[in-house]
């Protein structure tokens, strides 16, 4: 475990979002020769708000 624990690294802050829900273009760029270039482009899908009672 040691040696797990003496290479851990922690998220640069300039790859957390301003509003700290998300990572920035930085962290993508980061990720890039890692990942390889033919990642999915994912979607987000939004569903209309349910109201409850009246």
Known sequence: ???IA???RHMPDEF???E???VT???R???QPLL???RPI???LWAPAVKFGD
Request: proline letters at 0%; glycine letters at 8%; aromatic letters at 8%.
């Open 29 to 31: 760029a980061y990720l």
């Open 6 to 8: 003496a290479k851990t």
């Open 25 to 27: 273009d930085a962290f």
């Open 42 to 44: 994912l979607e987000r």
């Open 36 to 38: 390889g270039s033919n």
């Open 1 to 3: 475990m040691k040696a």
């Open 20 to 22: 700290g829900n998300d």
């Open 16 to 18: 957390i979002n301003a």
